[in-house]
């Protein structure tokens, strides 16, 4: 086999950022997998020896190792102690060490093996292993003062620790380290955010006169408008202080107007933290904004524009914008904390106010200062200037023998073999392995690797990650180029929304998934690809780049049609589906297009929609051109 390193082939000599391919051995590469297929099953002794052959051929193959790792993995015994140790001391920290680190221990402790057990143990989250450590080393003769102390950080989590773990843990508490602080401590964790079914176990823990905190909690939990019924915090002490602010931190999302009244009592009789109040009066505020709540603008008026995050501010901005106040929007601008206001979002507004304000000299001059950035708010300024925009692109300039230097590293072979081979989880633990291994200047000569390979991925993420953000073309490539206009055609929609949708919902990445379910390149949820293909699909299936771009283009072309050619409509129904999109508008009264997207409900929508149209402007970007995208912003009333 030769090397990837050796096979490097030049595409471009004129320049000297020269172009690098790293190919692949194909023969090897099938070699490998049947090789990997014999390790999966028990053997015969004929197919051992043509293991032994595969495994022999394969020579300097990059994932060889893997054999290795799975061999070990499949046949773990005591008697391979010294082989593992070599195998992880040579491996140690890459994605081939963990997997079998972790199966080793497992098997160790199992056997009952504490000696080689802590031999092997490395610093690990894993709760389960972590136990066995400290149970191991009390066995070994490491005192209980030094031992018992690290059990707290075990113990105080808001979900169950494995029964492997209980004779330790019964130790820890016989020694009178598990207080009732401790216990209301992981009550509270269990509730907030953690396995709620584990509070009765957890309240059984306190004394008798204690366990109404931990019935309390569960029920808050359960329903946060039992905060409504003041009788159940008969102490209004601070534990019960703290129950009720996180239950009406809940109850405001659910039903704003029992949370209104209830807090309006509780004030009355618990005597709320300053910390807490100010928690509550922020929670009550971004909800009633983001629902239209009429009450929205008294809450937001509570918070002090001088001492609040951007996400408050984002909302106060957006109840003065709805009704186009732009005195009121003056105001709250000036009084933002000094550290936003060089920001091009708050410019950007700043400079609408005082045109609309009449204040023309200076609102063109702060406009005139973000115009020519690279982002939605310079593209909307140069549209509203009528100036052409500028990309402010200054490309990457790697030399060959950078890109050389970095793919000596085994770790590189190893990546782009496992992108060849389509396996893409472990060629990008590979890949961020790799990257430790590199300093900032090998990793942009990692990301322009990447690129050159159609990995375009790794390259948009590194580059984000090293914040460099000015080589255009790496960042925005027109990857699947041929796909993407050929159904863009089909569907007669701007191939550029299609490469800007693409861009902001994977960055190309053909296997991306989202928690919600969505899948693949254009990030399809199932029962949406399901109607656009008139029959159900897999996910396999939509990880196919044709197919995902094929019903993606359509469901633009049908969210299109559906909202009457209003792309930037369209754009927020596909992030945020079209039924709340619908919702919205009927809530909307006319108003220009920059401000509706500003005043979408949802944080991540009103985030999509601009980088989507930052995206297709700079995919459909014509040097010395006003940006024809943002002009129809600009212009375009949305709302009743």
Known sequence: MVSAQAELTIIDDDVIDHGLTVHTNLEQQQKFIEAESLLSKNISSAEATEYENLYSDLMDYPLKPYLDQQRLLENMQLSSAEEIAVFLAKYKNSPLDWPLRKAWLTYLAKQDKGELFLTFYKKTSNKLLTCQQLSFSLKAGVSEEVVLPQIKKLWLVGKSLDKECDPLLNKWADAGYRTDELVIQRIALAADGGKHTLIPYLTRLLPENKQYIGKLWHQVRRDPANVAKLKKFPHKSAQESEIYSYGIKRLIWRNPDLAIKSYKKAQQVFNFSVEQEEQIAEKFAVALAS????????????????????????????????????????????????????????????????????DLELGINVMNEIASKRHYYGFLAASYLDTSVSLQNN???????????????????????????????????????????????????????????????????????EGYFDDVELRFPKAFDDKINQYAKKQTINPAWAFAIARRESSFMTDASSPVGASGLMQ????????????????????????????GTQYLRDLLDENKGNQVLATASYNAGPHRVRSWLKKTKAMPADIWIETIPFKETRNYVKSVLAYQEIYQHKPGQVSQIFDQVIKMNIGE
Do not use: C
């Open 395 to 465: 490309p990457l300039a790697i030399t060959l023998e950078e890109k050389s230097a970095i793919l000596l590293y085994p770790s590189a072979k190893r990546a782009f073999e496992f992108y060849y081979l389509g396996r893409y989880i472990e060629a990008r633990r590979e890949w961020r392995y790799w990257l430790t291994q590199l300093d900032s200047r090998g990793k942009l000569a990692a990301a322009k690797l990447a690129n050159e390979n159609g990995w375009f991925d790794r390259a948009i993420f590194t580059l984000s990650q």
């Open 291 to 358: 629902k239209s709540h009429p009450e929205a603008k008294t809450w937001l008026a509570k918070l002090a524009p001088t001492n609040v995050d951007r996400n408050i501010l984002q909302w106060q901005l957006t109840e003065v914008l709805k009704d186009q106040d732009w005195t009121a929007v003056i105001d709250e601008l000036t009084l933002m904390p000094a550290g936003y206001k060089t920001e091009l979002q708050w410019k950007y507004w700043y400079a609408r106010a005082l045109i609309e304000t009449d």
């Open 524 to 551: 399809l949820m199932p029962n949406t690809a399901k109607q656009l293909n008139k029959g159900s699909v897999t996910t396999k299936y939509l990880y196919n780049a044709d197919n995902n771009i094929q019903l």
